[in-house]
């Protein structure tokens, strides 16, 4: 496989969920600037692409089982990955809007079982995680584990939008579930939110080769009171599609960008966690990431 591919088992994700297209509007969180939003689409020419809705792009994400590159790619350089994406591929449109915020609390135990068993390459390793759609309002519970060829399976419940950031009854019951059924020796009762990330996201899809590809900029981490961002000139570029490189892997690699191995909640504990071991993604998430969220940063400039 490969370096930084990680194969995801599980039913359609367009990055966006199918929700979307029916979900209630709600104002997007103060947190993160819908000024982050409109310079990114501008930043990124998403004006150039012609839109599909959101079942276009969910039938594109139809694959069981795909394989996820990420690559860390100078804003520039994704402009002109995108500019080069033009013919092949539509840009997710919801009614005119060409991004979406996603806001993410990871759940873990006290000791960050979850971050220590990704860090260490464990078999059986997990995340827990609810997820906003800020823009509409809608919300999931989701859960990450692994089957037994190594694949990550994702899980998901629909929840109220008052229900992110927690666990109530109906999540709860859902991730022991999971949980259990993984063979997972934890339960809700041992978690607790450990850190969100926020960031905002545009989905591209080829409706042709039924592959997909995301960008997310304005990306932070928050932890108590501390706070890491990714650096304001660097886009988090995610392909999706199957095991062979798709022809925006290919145009990847001829930008100069090579996949990378990273988890935003793993990035965000190495960052903003003392006392943690040091490992790769700690070294990788210094190059490109800075105290204080994107947001923050652009305000004291």
């Keep these: 496989m490969t370096p930084g591919a990680t194969v995801t088992s599980g039913g359609p994700s367009s990055g966006a969920s199918a929700d979307l297209a029916s979900g209630p509007a709600a104002d997007p969180s103060s947190s993160l600037s819908s000024s982050v939003s409109t310079s990114l689409a501008a930043a990124l020419g998403l004006v150039r692409l012609p839109g599909a809705t959101l079942a276009e792009v969910d039938a594109a994400a139809a694959l069981q089982h795909r394989t996820d590159r990420k690559y860390l790619v100078p804003l520039e350089s994704a402009r002109a990955f995108v500019d080069r994406l033009a013919d092949s591929h539509r840009v997710l449109d919801l009614d005119g809007r060409r991004t979406t915020t996603y806001l993410s609390t990871y759940f873990d135990t006290p000791r960050l079982g979850a971050w220590h068993a990704h860090v260490q390459g464990r078999r059986r390793r997990w995340k827990v995680r609810t997820r906003l759609y800020a823009e509409d309002g809608l919300c999931r519970v989701e859960v990450k584990t692994k089957d037994g060829r190594g694949a990550t399976v994702k899980h998901a419940l629909r929840a109220t939008a008052r229900s ?73 570029v995610e392909t999706k599609g199957t095991a062979r490189p798709a022809p925006a892997d290919r145009l ?50």
């Design 164 to 236: 992110y950031g927690r666990l109530d009854a109906p999540s709860a019951e859902f991730v022991d579930d999971v949980l259990r059924r993984a063979g997972i020796p934890v339960t809700t009762a041992d978690l607790a939110p450990a850190a969100e990330i926020r960031y905002v996201r545009v989905a591209l899809a080829d409706l042709r080769l039924g592959t997909r590809v995301t960008l997310d900029g304005g990306l932070s981490c928050h932890r108590d009171a501390r706070t890491a961002g990714l650096a304001p000139d660097v886009v988090l």
């Design 252 to 301: 990847l690699l001829g930008l100069g960008a090579r996949p990378v191995s990273l988890s935003k909640y793993i990035v965000g504990q190495s960052l903003l966690t003392p006392g943690l071991p040091d490992n790769d993604v700690r070294r990788l998430a210094r190059t490109h990431f800075r105290p204080g969220s994107p947001t923050e940063r652009s305000t004291a400039a």
